[in-house]
């Protein structure tokens, strides 16, 4: 009976697929605020054309990538004399997402952030919003995206930012924190070749200050610190993930690269690149295997202000804020997401993870890879609560504790996946 239902399907694609049949009508439906012009710009069926079942599941998989898209599905109906209709049916996300985040520094100081980014502005996917954030020093960013601003192909991003922080400078083997301000503004060109391969080239003029506030103190770094700058930085995104609401299997390759020049041999000028190799693998029914590999480095420059760092946040769940710096960076984060209860819109998944990292200090050589005191070793579980119809809405929990030399503990919230 298997094989009898086995072969009944592969017959019915091969009288769908097998044939010169063409696409007669071509419908979309479901989609609400996202709009169909637009839908029609970044799809490749067409009316008219061959019926191609290679062309509809890449279009599946390019609309599940949108943020406005939480899943899409199609329906292929056979007409007379070799005609057929297409159906793509659209959910949507919900994508005015306000964001609200409370933590603490290194100082139990209490800090926030608030925020709120339109993912579909005016139906064509375009992003824009911003936030407020109060860490010890006020800090906001206005950020604008829109990657089909001008065909399926070309867009344009426009940031800028004014960030204040309280920074961790490392040297002598002791610390120095300094109140760090980076006021930029930013043009980036974005072309698309295909929905996998993505292109982006942008242009970042920036000014950078450090200002001594307690610490450690030595005659060759200064206490007080400014330098105009501008970066030029090429981005290459290759994309083939998959999205089945919360699951995701596929591969994707992010690769960064930057030049930064400076008006101070204080901060020297560097070339800085990463590449980011994301792998996504569904395990059962209920089950997401990810992992993430970063390696980079940048000019060996021997300067406490080293761009490379060890953070809770970026990289290393529970090792504590910036604890480190350097030149050169190998991290592997990989975890095993669970679903644990799902219903309607809402998903609760539980995780175990392990983050490992090391890093080429300042002016080191590459075996500093391999130094003791380098490696960074976590463990740790977590939560994460999801619902389903709106972008990004993942609140995330990690407990991270330290299993290598001189290990730490601690609490890691965020919104959005690790990575």
Same mark, same amino acid.
């Given at each position: ?9 592969? %017959? ?25 012009? @637009? ?46 209709? !297409? ?40 992003? @824009? ?76 003029? @920036? ?11 030595? #005659? ?84 406490? @202000?080293? #761009?490379?760092? !060890? ?7 529970? !090792? ?10 190998? !991290? ?83 919104? %959005?996946?690790?990575?």
């Amino acid at each position: 009976m298997r094989l009898f239902i086995l072969l009944l399907f592969l %017959g019915s694609q091969y009288l769908i697929f097998g044939q010169n049949v063409l696409v007669e009508e071509f419908k979309i439906q479901g989609n609400k605020k996202l709009k169909t012009s @637009f839908i029609n710009k970044v799809t490749l069926l067409k009316a008219g054309i061959t019926l191609d079942s290679l062309i509809i599941e890449n279009d599946m998989i390019r609309l599940k990538q949108l943020p406005s898209v939480s899943h899409a599905t199609y329906k292929v109906i056979l007409l007379n004399n070799n005609q057929s209709q !297409v159906v793509y049916t659209i959910e949507e996300n919900f994508t005015i997402i306000p964001s609200v985040n409370v933590y603490t520094t290194n100082e139990d100081e209490f800090a926030y952030r608030i925020g709120l980014y339109e993912f579909n502005l005016f139906g064509q996917n375009m992003i @824009f919003g911003g936030f407020y954030q109060k860490d010890i020093y006020s800090s906001y960013a206005v950020n604008f995206r829109a990657p089909y601003l001008f065909n399926r192909q070309f867009g344009l991003a426009v940031n800028h930012q004014n960030l204040a922080t309280q920074e961790p400078v490392f040297f002598d083997d002791t610390t120095a924190d300094y109140k760090y301000q980076n006021k930029s503004f930013e043009v980036i060109s974005l072309y698309e070749y295909n929905f996998q391969n993505k292109f982006e080239l942008g242009l970042n003029i @920036f000014t950078e200050q450090y200002d001594y506030k307690s610490g450690a103190t030595n #005659p060759e770094v200064p206490l007080n610190l400014k330098a105009n700058k501008f970066l030029v930085k090429g981005i290459y995104d290759y994309n083939n993930l998959d999205y089945y609401y919360q699951y995701v299997t596929g591969f994707r390759s992010l690769l960064n690269i930057q030049y930064v020049n400076s008006s101070t041999d204080l901060l020297p000028n560097f070339v800085i690149g990463w590449n980011d190799f994301h792998l996504y693998k569904r395990l059962g029914k209920s089950g997401n295997w990810a992992s993430r590999l970063r390696l980079g480095l940048s000019s060996n420059n021997d300067t406490p @202000f080293a #761009p490379f760092s !060890v953070d809770n946040n970026i990289n290393i769940r529970g !090792v504590g804020n910036t604890i480190d710096r350097g030149t050169g960076s190998i !991290v592997l984060n990989t975890e095993y997401r669970h679903t644990l209860y799902e219903k309607n819109w809402f998903v609760m998944q539980g995780n175990v993870f392990l983050d490992s990292g090391t890093w080429r200090n300042p002016g080191g050589d590459l075996s500093d890879f391999t130094n003791a005191d380098n490696v960074k070793v976590y463990s740790g579980l977590g939560l994460r609560f999801i619902h389903k119809k709106i972008f990004n809405a993942i609140f995330r929990i990690d407990y991270g504790f330290g299993i290598s030399k001189n290990g730490t503990q601690g609490l890691v919230f965020g919104i %959005g996946q690790y990575f």
